[in-house]
């Protein structure tokens, strides 16, 4: 099945295609559509329903999206919804190395590293007719970051179970346990049910 895909983000992108492998995936900037809704909502699930109808009034067609990010249970959940512009100023986003040093700066005293990545995706055919999963990747936040895959937060989230960070994981090893890859294959097999 072919549907849009309500991200500018070429890593998720990625991520969601070998997910959604055998399905067609289009960004709205691969045919030039320009898409930067304002993400004004205060949950992920929120932020990923205003996404997906966002697209969908521009394309009328299936949309794909997805809200995620980092929350840190000793600072009260954050960055969560505001993950891609932790530590901005006057509206200019950091590289994801600059928010990674920032962050563990800001960690630098606290003892529970408890940590999760969040990922709120949704299957939108109409503004009334929607499918959500929301998962989890548990993990703790290392002292100093690890690994060169993935992208954004991966160098400084350790999953204990696999012995390394997000970022040491191959892309394959994070589509299996990651939010996103547990969210994308039960929205799959939503979408096997329906369709
Ligand atoms: P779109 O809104 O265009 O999809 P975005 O990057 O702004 O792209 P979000 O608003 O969902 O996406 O912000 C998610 C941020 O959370 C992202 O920029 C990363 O910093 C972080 N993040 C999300 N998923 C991640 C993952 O799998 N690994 C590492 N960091 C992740």
Same mark, same amino acid.
């Given at each position: 099945m072919k549907f849009w895909l309500a991200t500018n983000n070429e890593h998720k992108k990625r991520e969601l295609e070998a997910i959604f492998s055998g399905h067609t995936l289009v960004t709205p900037g691969s045919v030039g559509l320009v898409f930067d809704p304002e993400e004004s909502g205060s949950t992920f699930l929120e932020n990923t329903l205003i996404k997906a109808r966002a697209l969908y009034d521009l394309v009328h067609e299936p949309v794909l999206a997805d809200d995620s990010g980092l929350c840190i249970d000793a600072l009260d959940g954050r960055p969560g919804i505001y993950s891609a512009r932790y530590g901005s100023t006057n509206g200019k986003k950091l590289e994801s190395w600059e928010r990674n040093e920032l962050l563990l700066?800001?960690?630098? $005293?606290?003892?529970?590293?408890?940590?999760?990545?969040?990922?709120?995706?949704?299957?939108?055919?109409? =503004? %009334?007719?929607?499918?959500?999963? $929301?998962?989890?990747?548990? #993990?703790? +936040?290392?002292?100093?970051?690890?690994?060169? #895959?993935?992208? #954004?937060? %991966?160098?400084?989230?350790?999953?204990?179970? $696999? #012995?390394?960070?997000?970022?040491?994981?191959?892309? %394959?090893?994070?589509?299996? +346990?990651? =939010?996103?890859?547990?969210?994308?294959?039960?929205?799959?097999?939503?979408?096997? =049910? +329906?369709?």
């Amino acid at each position: 099945m072919k549907f849009w895909l309500a991200t500018n983000n070429e890593h998720k992108k990625r991520e969601l295609e070998a997910i959604f492998s055998g399905h067609t995936l289009v960004t709205p900037g691969s045919v030039g559509l320009v898409f930067d809704p304002e993400e004004s909502g205060s949950t992920f699930l929120e932020n990923t329903l205003i996404k997906a109808r966002a697209l969908y009034d521009l394309v009328h067609e299936p949309v794909l999206a997805d809200d995620s990010g980092l929350c840190i249970d000793a600072l009260d959940g954050r960055p969560g919804i505001y993950s891609a512009r932790y530590g901005s100023t006057n509206g200019k986003k950091l590289e994801s190395w600059e928010r990674n040093e920032l962050l563990l700066k800001e960690m630098e $005293q606290i003892t529970n590293r408890k940590a999760r990545f969040i990922c709120s995706m949704v299957l939108l055919f109409s =503004h %009334d007719r929607f499918f959500v999963v $929301q998962e989890t990747l548990e #993990g703790e +936040i290392i002292r100093e970051s690890r690994g060169s #895959g993935g992208f #954004g937060y %991966d160098p400084i989230l350790y999953i204990p179970e $696999q #012995g390394c960070t997000v970022a040491e994981l191959s892309e %394959d090893a994070k589509n299996r +346990i990651s =939010h996103r890859g547990k969210a994308g294959r039960a929205v799959a097999q939503l979408l096997a =049910h +329906i369709v």
